[in-house]
């Protein structure tokens, strides 16, 4: 009998396929003495790490682009003649060569974490590389995506960044996992190459691999044994989808023609023409602090006028509006905001931080005024993390005085929603940060699997929040846009402009899928689609209000 397990749907794809699961870590190496002898153990540790490098090597130079840089970065650390000595030294003391590579890489790993930041983050890509290596030495099949000659479901605990960069799109028919929300890294690269899939999904580890399964990312469900009735209804739905996808690249739209600006977040130039290609209006939200994420001093107004102008000149006549630095937690700047905190997501970031230190902010804003005067762009400028109307005064009032004319602010705090009628009375434009706005209204670290299921912006008291953007917008007469990851959900992208959302804007792979189901929908019945999610009483209920009023679901 089909059983069905739901979880959050990422994209609007449905796929069909057995599941196939992706191994989970090894266990840890036991601790007993070896019974070979260091020469043997060191033998043995020499073939695994020359092995698991090009092993890494190889499937770095398949997948090129970023996600090699981050395969030679690995395939160095298992080359890395310091964990090496140290894993021999191990091993001289009686470890088997399992138990060496466990410890010395462990060692490292706490090393890194120690460090803090981007040192931090690069721990995870340690474990990846010391899990291979004991891998090879047991003789186990390596933990990461399983290999398969025919297509197949991918099951997983969660995916590391790296795995998901590197999915052969033509084996993995769609991703299902049992961990993680719809801002996870999972999510956010999944709907980045359009791939299809369901995250958070209680109970799949259970399946045994060869399982026939439906994947339906709209439904947020995972159909397991589907019956003949399901596959059916799959097939009829996947065919429905395709057809609607199938819209012309134009602007964005209602089914009554009230025009819905589809814009690209972007955080480099380098992304201008996948999103022209994708038929982005212009861009929405570019995140300047990705240009410096590695620079340890202030970058200089002309190093930042050559990046600007570089994007703006990608859009000519067109709506640009770019973000000032958003340094802090998830996004730290060693120039900017360095000092320890012991909640980052509360300390000094944002606005507070450029703030803090005003030349910062004024070369930024120079920079920006003079790219904007020598391009066509119709250049906007936007403060992340504003929390109260004194600082929306502040930053608009800065943009105007250094040559930007349209100054706005993100609406990612509480608060600035609360006061949304006076935020907006003191600036040119609101744009609404959800995955912020999500994490602060929850009280869910974004960056933490465990709270994940809380970081949910179908939540009712997040849409209820936008809705006071929506009306403050709509009262004034200013624009209230939409930047976090909630845009790219085609249904929740409805649903945002039933709440007064006047333009959207995501990552251009998700812009398509935006457009065909706005193309669905009238001002009206998005309306009526918002109603029913602010009277849920969570995300998920939310989610489930919607479809009930929607004709078609799997
Ligand atoms: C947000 O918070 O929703 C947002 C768009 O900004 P970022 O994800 O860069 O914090
Ligand atoms: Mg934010």
């Given amino acids: 009998m089909t059983r069905v397990l739901t979880g959050v749907g990422i994209g609007r794809g449905i796929a069909v396929g057995p599941a196939l699961r992706m191994p989970d870590p090894l266990p840890e190496p036991a601790s007993t003495p070896s019974t070979i002898g260091p020469d043997a153990e060191k033998e043995r540790l020499t073939g695994a790490l020359a092995a698991t490098a090009e092993d890494i090597r190889q499937r770095g130079e398949k997948a090129g682009g970023q996600a090699q840089a981050v395969l030679e970065a690995q395939a160095l650390m298992a080359d890395d003649p310091t964990l090496r000595s140290d894993a021999d030294s191990r091993v001289d003391n009686g470890a088997t060569a399992e138990r060496a590579v466990h410890e010395a890489f462990a060692g490292f790993r706490d090393m890194l974490v120690g460090l803090g930041g981007y040192m931090a983050e690069r721990a995870t890509d340690l474990d990846d590389v010391a899990q291979r290596v004991i891998a090879r030495l047991s003789g186990v099949a390596a933990p990461g995506v399983p290999t398969s000659e025919t297509p197949f479901v991918l099951v997983a605990r969660d995916l590391a960044p790296a795995d998901t960069a590197l999915l052969d799109l033509e084996r993995v028919l769609a991703v299902v996992t049992s961990e993680g929300g719809p801002t996870s890294h999972t999510a956010i690269l999944a709907r980045e190459k359009g791939i299809t899939a369901v995250v958070g999904v209680h109970g799949v580890l259970d399946l045994t691999d060869g399982t026939p399964v439906v994947v339906d990312a709209v439904a947020g469900s995972v159909a397991v044994d589907p019956d003949a009735e399901t596959l059916d209804r799959a097939s009829r739905a996947a065919e429905e989808r395709a057809k609607r996808a199938d819209v012309p690249v134009g602007p964005g739209a209602l089914a009554d023609g009230t025009p819905v600006p589809l814009l690209a977040n972007l955080g480099s130039a380098d992304g201008v023409e996948a999103a022209v290609a994708a038929g982005a209006e212009g861009v929405g939200l570019f995140r300047t602090e990705f240009l410096f994420l590695d620079a340890t001093t202030a970058p200089t107004v002309a190093q930042q006028y050559t990046q600007y102008a570089r994007l703006l000149r990608g859009f000519p006549g067109k709506k640009v509006v770019v973000r000032v630095l958003d340094a802090g937690a998830d996004k730290p700047l060693s120039f900017l905001n360095d000092a320890p905190e012991e909640n980052p997501a509360l300390g000094l970031r944002g606005i507070r931080a450029l703030r803090a230190t005003e030349q910062i902010l004024r070369d930024q804003l120079t920079a920006l005024a003079r790219a904007a005067s020598e391009t066509d762009a119709l250049v906007q400028v936007m403060a992340p993390m504003i929390a109260t109307v004194e600082e929306t005064r502040y930053f608009t009032a800065l943009a105007h005085e250094l040559g930007v004319p349209v100054a706005g602010v993100m609406v990612e705090v509480p608060s600035a929603a609360l006061l949304a009628d006076r935020v907006l009375g003191e600036t040119d434009f609101a744009s609404i940060g959800t995955n912020d706005l999500t994490q602060y209204t929850l009280a869910a670290d974004r960056l933490l699997g465990s709270v994940a299921a809380l970081q949910d912006p179908w939540h009712p008291a997040v849409l209820r ?16 846009g939409i930047c976090g990851e909630a845009a790219a959900d085609p249904l929740l992208a409805v649903v945002l402009v039933g709440l007064g959302a006047t333009s959207l ?7 398509a899928d935006v457009r065909a189901e706005l193309l669905q929908h009238t001002r009206e019945q998005a309306g009526r ?24 679901s799997v």
């Fill in 465 to 480: 929040l936008i809705r006071e953007v929506g009306r403050a917008g709509t009262a004034l007469g200013k624009p209230v």
């Fill in 505 to 511: 804007s995501m990552s251009p792979s998700a812009i």
């Fill in 529 to 552: 689609l918002a109603e029913a999610a602010l009277s849920a009483e969570d995300g998920a209920a939310a989610r489930a209000a919607v479809r009930s009023l929607l004709p078609e």
